[in-house]
């Protein structure tokens, strides 16, 4: 049975879920995983960790790996990949796993294959799809090699279920001395929120200009995401007049978003919103304008006055 | 005096007053300026010939009809602003001046001497008049630059230079003139038609011996020659150049439709290993000429909207730029024009449009695109838009089997179930896919089924015409759709095209021929005006809103169709149309021209902010367009505006469907 070793990512808000995923992945394809958890400080991390069958749950835990720096962490990375005699290196796609991932690739000598959508078993050999040209064709790949470095798209691969059996701890020494300088940490800047992370959300709700001001944006949009446990997006418009952060803005020059659920609250869909949202599975429009065009792609449209139908939406959702 | 008043005796001295041997030294002095002058534009020739070898207009008619229309009669200068007025003034001072001092060496120096007579008096009156207007002219300019100062115009010592020099030219000159008349004691009553030189001596010179005036008409005449000897040497490092090249390049550049690129071929790629233009030299010899024509008026720039919406592209600064690197020897262009400039334009043509010297601002921003692209250097939505006209057949990235969703429940004919239509309206992906611009599809195709016209559309077959691709830079994605549509439109003999979009319309129109493709191309607005004309249409606008109409810079601009819109809107009761300032040929961008409808914009550099500013004052409640892109972005505008909210944006065929169906829309 192959061996694989997973990365871990966490932040200030503790482990990133999405992380996880890649779990589920190793179990598809019949891999025994180690899962690595990188930082300073991590102990009160781990625990939440053993209780997912993995072979066992490496911290390496120093004061020089504190802050996500590529090129210290793909050498560590690497190393242990090296001396666990991992097959494969995975991660969940995120802009970490972007910056850090390749490196390891390059130091682990192996070819690396991103943003894994899916995975078949062909002919006794794994074949890898992923999306490319925008996502209007999916390519089949497959390595060669016998090592690999993969991501995989978390919204692909379930949440891997917990299980009772709890897996060891090993702590791996760390010499700060052996590892690259190349990069220094700066600072860092982030929008702590609970909410899910726009990009891999399976719920997302989207507010537009007729929401007026900040306070009812939060109230009808972040309120109507919050009882469904989704993420928050915004129109280029509404970002425009400075109701609500450059990064909630979904579309052509924002994220492109592909959520199971999308509903757009005073939107009435001009093209380059709708770029961002074409590929969601459930498409739900509130606008008081019929004639919007928002209309044109939704699943079920709502025509009325939002500031009446949200609020009496999110009731209704709590109640249920 | 006392002598009879004999008109065939009247003329002047010339030379009078000059000794041989300054003859001698004046016509060496004159010989040296000139060849210096000659010297220096031939070393300008030689910054041209550094450019790949082509580029020019070929057939003299054209010459001559450039020359004439902006040369001479000056179409592109005329506008009612004191720098129209200061220039014309200058240049029929400078033309009439020049031509008189020309004739009079030839009568002097020729075989034949005219210089007499009735010619001799009217030759006198026209010179001191359009003396006057030179000096005149001079004096405004001096006025405009100290105090009115137009920032678009641009500011230095040279200009200074230049205006006292010429002003000095002019004064020195009545000066001769004046010290003339008095040294020589003409009668009064040929003195008065030397009116300006016969003022000053009575009003100024009398009381000075003729002796004493002698001699200041000597030396006079001194300072005149050696400022006319000094000021043809200069004329190449000042503003005067464009005198020799605006002509040149007025004549040179090439007869091509205003909407149409120039074809780059794989072979001249595999020339010169690239595609596009990234050092000076990789423009043709005409580009470069055309940068020397640039006497930076700024008129460029005032017509630009990427300029007017603080984005960092100046048409003038381009061209100045370029002209700059050209000076110091050549080298890479994109170390002067930086990425963004280039990104910046919407090709609207307005600059192309203003240039009172035909300066090709869209072409040379189009080839320096075009390296851009080759390099790879365009990112972010803008490259994702490429990609899917490269493999979805359309910008948006839509399966391009639903080219027909729009048409849902219509019935509309396609050109396998109405091989025989007359027209195939070429819907473009704009009104195909985003489902705003859909209505207008929907709108095009019900009117034209109202009037009983013979259509068909291509439905899945149709692909985007490559527009967006061409202007972004990506020539060889624009080639590929072309040659695809080409061979469509063939296969089901396409003779006549209408459709809703004017880059659609243009690219048709104007740049598949260059692909073998020749189609009679209307907009939809040509083809709409005439079925009302005919009475195949008959809207009832009674009661109808206020309406202005944004003409779209490739429908009006560019391809010069200005009444066929309004007319399709028009109203039976006049006051319900109103015009923006800025409409017609003259019309302002929206913003989305050049591929920028793809690119990401700061909220406060929004073109379609500005236009949507202009509809809002003209307190119209309908802001009519002709084009799903103008739609798109003048929607955008009014929601952005103060005061948009209570104007909508409509495309034409909308609202003709609105009126239409008050008539009742049957077949007829």
């Not at chain 1, 995120?94 to 002919?123: C, G, H, Q, W, Y």
């Not at chain 1, 470095?149 to 709890?166: D, E, H, N």
């Not at chain 2, 000094?230 to 007025?250: A, E, K, S």
């Not at chain 2, 914009?601 to 009519?624: H, I, K």
Request: hydrophobic residues 40%.
């Amino acid at each position: 049975m192959a061996k694989s070793l997973i990365v871990i990512e966490h932040g200030p808000s503790g482990l990133k879920r999405s992380s996880l995923h890649p779990m589920t992945f190793a179990r598809q394809v019949g891999d025994s995983y180690a899962l690595l958890l990188l930082g300073h400080r991590l102990d009160a991390l781990a625990p939440t960790l053993q209780s997912y069958d993995a072979t066992s749950v490496l911290l390496a835990d120093h004061p020089a790996l504190a802050e996500p720096l590529a090129d210290r962490y793909a050498a560590v990375i690497a190393e242990v990949a090296c001396k666990e005699s991992a097959q494969t290196v995975i991660a969940s796609s995120s802009t970490f796993s972007k910056d850090v991932l390749p490196r390891v690739a390059a130091l682990f000598e192996a070819p690396m294959v991103s943003d894994v959508l899916a995975v078949e078993n062909i002919d006794g050999v794994s074949t890898y799809k992923r999306a490319t040209h925008a996502g209007s064709m999916l390519a089949n790949v497959r390595v060669t090699s016998d090592r690999c470095v993969l991501t995989i798209r978390p919204t692909s691969f379930a949440m891997p279920a917990p299980s009772s059996s709890l897996s060891p701890i090993e702590k791996l020494p760390v010499d700060e001395t052996s590892l690259p300088k190349g990069m220094q940490f700066i600072s860092r800047e982030e929008r702590v929120s609970d909410r899910p992370d726009l990009s891999d959300a399976r719920v997302v709700v989207s507010g537009g200009r007729p929401l007026k001001d900040t306070e009812t944006f939060e109230r009808l949009v972040g309120g109507l995401a919050d009882v469904l446990g989704g993420a928050v997006g915004a129109t280029r418009a509404a970002v425009d007049c400075g109701m609500v952060p450059n990064d909630y803005q979904i579309g052509q020059t924002g994220k492109i978003v592909a959520p199971e659920l999308y509903i757009g609250i005073g939107i009435s869909g001009a093209i380059q919103h709708l770029a961002g949202i074409k590929d969601s599975r459930v498409i739900v429009a509130i606008n008081k304008d019929p004639e919007a065009p928002i209309f044109q792609m939704a699943t079920y449209g709502l025509v009325g006055d939002l500031h009446q139908l949200v609020p009496e939406l999110i009731e209704a959702l709590r109640r249920a | 005096m006392g002598q009879p008043l004999d008109v065939n005796q009247a003329t002047r001295e010339v030379f009078g007053n000059i000794s041989p041997w300054m003859q001698v030294v004046f016509f060496a002095m004159m010989a040296l300026s000139i060849g210096l002058l000659v010297r220096q534009m031939i070393s300008h020739l030689w910054r041209w010939r550094k450019g790949r070898p082509g580029g020019f207009e070929r057939n003299p008619r054209v010459w001559l009809q450039r020359l004439v229309i902006y040369a001479l009669a000056q179409k592109r200068v005329h506008k009612k602003t004191l720098g129209a007025l200061l220039h014309l003034l200058l240049f029929s001072g400078f033309v009439i001046l020049t031509i008189g001092t020309t004739l009079l060496s030839i009568a002097h120096d020729g075989p034949y001497n005219f210089h007499h007579g009735w010619y001799y008096l009217i030759y006198e009156l026209t010179l001191d008049i359009f003396g006057v207007a030179f000096c005149a002219g001079c004096l405004i300019a001096m006025y405009r630059r100290a105090f009115r100062r137009p920032p678009a115009l641009g500011h230095d010592w040279r200009d200074w230079w230049l205006l006292g020099i010429l002003l000095s030219l002019g004064i020195t000159g009545f000066a001769v003139e004046a010290l003339r008349l008095h040294y020589t004691q003409v009668q009064p009553w040929l003195a008065h038609w030397s009116i300006v030189g016969w003022l000053i001596d009575r009003s100024m010179l009398q009381g000075l011996t003729i002796g004493t005036a002698q001699t200041m008409h000597l030396w006079t005449w001194w300072l005149h020659t050696i400022l006319v000897a000094i000021f043809f040497v200069t004329i190449p490092v000042d503003r005067f150049l464009h005198v020799i090249t605006g002509p040149l390049n007025i004549a040179l550049r090439p007869e091509r439709p205003m909407g149409a690129l120039v074809p780059l071929t794989i072979k001249e790629v595999e020339e010169t290993g690239r595609t596009g233009v990234h050092d000076l030299q990789n423009f043709n010899r005409q580009q470069l000429l055309s940068l020397d024509a640039c006497m930076e008026c700024g008129r460029c720039e005032d017509a630009c909207p990427a300029f007017a919406a603080g984005k960092p592209l100046s048409p003038k600064r381009v061209a100045m730029d370029l002209r700059d690197l050209m000076s110091l020897g050549g080298g890479d262009a994109h170390g002067v024009i930086p990425d963004e400039t280039l990104w910046a334009c919407t090709m609207c043509q307005a600059c192309v449009q203003e240039c009172p010297v035909l300066i090709g601002h869209v072409d040379l921003i189009s080839d320096l695109r075009r390296d851009l692209i080759g390099e790879g250097k365009l990112f972010g939505p803008p490259a994702k838009i490429l990609q899917q006209v490269a493999n979805q057949s359309n910008p948006y990235g839509r399966p391009n089997n639903e080219r027909l969703a729009w048409a849902e429940g219509l019935d509309v004919p396609t050109a396998d179930s109405n091989p025989n239509f007359e027209y195939l309206l070429w819907i473009g992906c704009a009104a195909s896919f985003d489902p705003r611009a859909q209505k207008i599809a929907r709108a095009t195709a019900q009117l034209l089924k109202a009037a009983g016209v013979n259509f068909a559309v291509l439905g899945k077959e149709e692909t985007c015409t490559g527009d967006p691709a061409r202007r972004i830079g990506d020539e060889f994605l624009f080639q590929e759709r072309a040659q695809t549509n080409v061979a469509t439109l063939s296969r089901h003999k396409v003779g006549r095209i209408v459709t809703p979009c004017p880059h659609c319309y243009n690219t048709l129109k104007n740049e598949y021929p260059q692909f073998g493709g020749e189609y009679e191309v209307e907009h939809h607005s040509n083809l709409l005006a005439k079925l009302m004309a005919d009475g195949k249409l008959q809207p009832d606008a009674a009661g109808e809103e206020t309406v202005t109409l944004h003409d779209p810079c490739y429908l009006a601009r560019v391809n010069g169709e200005i009444e066929a819109p309004r007319a399709v809107i028009a109203s039976p009761n006049e006051h319900k149309t109103r015009e923006m300032p800025r409409c017609g040929k003259k019309t302002f961008c929206c913003g989305a021209g050049g591929g920028r409808m793809w690119f990401e914009e700061p909220p406060t550099q929004r073109v379609s902010n500005l236009r949507a500013e202009e509809a809002v004052a003209t307190g119209a409640q309908v802001l009519a367009t002709a084009c799903p892109f103008c739609l798109n972005m003048m929607s955008d505008g009014l929601a952005n505006t103060k005061g948009g909210e209570r104007m909508k944006a409509l495309d034409i065929s909308e609202i003709l469907l609105a009126r239409q169906k008050r008539a009742g829309l049957t077949g007829r």
